[in-house]
């Protein structure tokens, strides 16, 4: 894989690794960021909103994430970080961030509560899923001599933590390639094409997605048509927006709601992890962003095997059709350095025990009113 895919500013460095086989549509992918210098001191940085993310942070300064107008100041070494519906803002001061992202797949043998609880929220780890989980997870950081043990290690314990399948994984997992796909879908049509009521379809989506259907394909329609333009060096060319945008003010409005700006300012913002991480994750994992994820174990709509779901919704048959799966993986060597940042997201999940959740506490101080709220269908 070409070292230029990696490249960071001097002191900085970033890694992307596949989980292993098993946790393929369940954990989407693991990073390792790193800061140190001088000019890792009070660093500003803008993610992406996505899907769920576990985080740990190792030498690092204090970190403190924004995700709208809501400030988590003073994070603790491990946190989760609930699906968002508007990009974030960190603000670091080196050291080492590992991390992952959580699937809507994996949501529910991870964690006992709805994703929809920790929507636009930081949570310490320990809460969510419990302190032992959070020490094995901390402990098997701080062990690993170099970046190449992180994944195994990682694999490890989720492969250990996870819980049974949700009954519905046939219908989360076509949800999510309906939701990866180009082009305007509205929730009736969703509905129908997965054989389930719209009640249903809400429930499933704020479950273990954390938003409701519409907000889901809003989010994942932006961010398509927003990496065209954040990954086209020079002007910013409209034009490469989804066709389903019925105007630019269209296309601003969803801006606003899921940049809090508009694309030309959050270009011209400071984005050094973010830039590295849409090229490292595309190359290494196959989507530029965690929310475009898709799984390759379970077939979109048309496959010849209809989805059970409960209560007995079927989901109709079709003609197959090929999974869309991640290259194979690579990796660059990195130097020694340190980060700290708030990162891009991933995803997990397969079988083994439970590791639930208990009450989560978000943390930090509110600023201001909250990110915008999901759309009430």
Known sequence: ?????????????????????ALTDLITGYHVYRSSGPESLGQVDRFLPGTANVRFTIDAGPVSVSIGRRTFADLPPATLYGPTGTALKAITNGGIMIGFGVSALAWSRLFRRSAGDYCNKIVPLGEAMGPIATGRFMDALRLAACDDEVAPALDTILCDLLGPPPAEAALIGQLSHMIGRDGSHDVATVAAELG???HALRRISVRHFGFTPKMLLRRARFLRSFLRLFRTPGTVDYSLIDPSYFDMSHFLRDADTFLGMTPRRFMASSTPFLDASVRARAAVLGAATQVLHVP?????IGSGTPAQGPQGDAAPRGTPAAPVSAPPAGSSPLPPGMIEAATIAAMASTSVPTMGAQEGTPLGLSDGD?????DPD
Request: charged share 10%.
């Open 370 to 374: 909250t990110p915008p709220a999901p």
């Open 296 to 300: 390759s174990t379970i077939a979109p």
């Open 196 to 198: 389930i009521t719209g």
């Open 1 to 21: 894989m070409q070292p230029e895919i990696f490249a960071m500013p001097p002191g900085m460095a970033i890694r992307y690794d596949k989980p292993c086989a």
